[in-house]
């Protein structure tokens, strides 16, 4: 009987590193039609580097990411930390912030000796009339290499690019070509640029890609996939993945992400490996064949 067959399935789902906090979640899997993916820890690593300064004319790269890594120290982002680490990597000493601010979806603005400084992307540097139009080309240039661009001004005056990019993860291409070949469509789902979220999209061949998505819209584009597929599948780690795992009819979490992702979703793939959401699907379908 489905007890039985749960259980078994539970035990099974174990030994490929899926953990299933929801047993109903094993017969859904058979259903799902359509998968959404988060970028950023998801499908790459989570674990950003700075690749690229671009600095304008006469500004000196220490200075740079004096700035640069004394703001980002406040802010709790992956990016962030990919700044601070490369400051602290060319042996900047940090000095202090005031006022500052993370602004979601752009990025951060803060004093630091009696400057302001604002670090973040185009949205950012409209909103705060810095130019940067001359900068426009270089910028396209990073973001084709799946790169994120941001901008540091100091007032309204830019000083110049940090670049940064995270590695995809070893199984990521591997895993959405399984599903693509099972029937199941692909989607990512982030709040990064859409020409970086293309371009990763690109490589791990995924075939719809939503960018520039404020935190709060995943849900929305959960619900606008089920309406478009029927049954879909969410997976994300992020604090602000919570409310869209929730909302997808199977909600996957990162084992390496928030616990917060982790407590919202029916299922944990323990080791982050995406091939685990393969394993589940396949499962689900045996087992429900074997019962009928
Ligand atoms: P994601 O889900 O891809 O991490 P976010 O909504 O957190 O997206 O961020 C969207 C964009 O806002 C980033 O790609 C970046 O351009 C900008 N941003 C967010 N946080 C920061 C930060 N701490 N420093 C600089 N830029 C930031
Ligand atoms: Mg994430």
């Known amino acids: 009987g489905t007890p039985t067959a749960l259980m078994v399935g539970s035990g099974m ?16 899997f058979k259903e799902v039609k359509a998968i959404a993916f988060d970028k950023t820890g998801t499908i790459t690593k989570g ?14 790269e220490k200075e740079f990411l004096y700035y640069a890594g004394t703001i980002e120290n406040g802010s709790e982002h992956p990016l962030a930390h ?75 005056q830019l000083l110049g690019i940090v670049a940064v990019a995270d590695p995809i993860k070893e199984d990521s291409a591997q895993a959405i ?15 990064d640029n859409k020409r970086t979220a293309a371009a990763i999209g ?15 819209g995943k849900v929305e584009e959960v619900v606008r996939l089920q309406e478009k597929y029927g049954t879909v ?4 780690d992020g604090i602000n993945d919570a409310p869209a795992l929730k909302q997808a009819n199977v ?14 979703a029916d299922v944990t793939l323990v080791r982050g490996e995406l091939s685990g959401i393969i394993s589940a699907i396949k499962l689900s379908r045996a087992i429900f064949k074997k019962i009928k």
């Open 82 to 156: 990919a700044i601070v680490e490369k400051a602290k990597n060319e042996k900047i000493k940090l000095g202090e912030v005031i006022d500052f601010n993370a602004i979601v979806g752009m990025g951060v603005v803060g004093n630091i000796d009696g400057e302001k400084i604002l670090v973040g992307n185009r949205k950012l540097m409209k909103e705060n009339k810095v130019s940067y139009e001359a900068y426009e080309e270089e910028l396209i240039r990073l973001e084709e290499e799946a790169k994120t661009a941001m901008m540091l001004a100091k007032g309204n």
């Open 47 to 60: 674990k950003p580097e700075v690749t690229d300064l671009v600095m304008v004319d006469g500004v000196e």
């Open 233 to 236: 599948a969410m997976v994300g």
């Open 202 to 216: 690109r490589k791990v061949g995924i075939s719809h890609v939503i960018a520039e998505v404020l935190p709060d």
């Open 251 to 264: 909600g996957i979490a990162i084992g390496t992400g928030t616990d917060i992702a982790i407590e919202a």
């Open 13 to 28: 789902g174990a030994e490929k590193g899926i953990l299933i906090r929801n047993g109903e979640a094993i017969q859904t």
């Open 177 to 191: 070509a399984a599903l693509e070949s099972m029937g199941i469509k692909t989607a990512m789902i982030t709040g």
